[in-house]
């Protein structure tokens, strides 16, 4: 099952343009597995044009105050460390 997902994941990332700049991160839900190739491209699609917007609207709104925050490790916002992979 976690195969076919992730075969209809990358097919449906395929067909979709993803804008330079940007790193992307895809979690599937079992509802992959089981939805038509035709379903899970609109979803992928969807959630591409929705996440592509909401970041360069961020990092508009960064730039126009003067500081770009790209790259913030993970758990900085809270004032702990933050976690490496694998830890």
Known sequence: VRNLAKRRLRTSLDRVELEDGFDYV???S???ATASCEVVREW???AVVRS???A???RAKFERA???ELGRPIGSETG???RSCGT
């Open 26 to 28: 895809v979690i599937a």
């Open 66 to 68: 003067g500081t770009v």
């Open 56 to 58: 360069v609207s961020n």
């Open 52 to 54: 592509t917007e909401r």
């Open 80 to 82: 702990r460390p933050a």
């Open 44 to 46: 992928v699609t969807n």
């Open 30 to 32: 079992p509802s992959v």
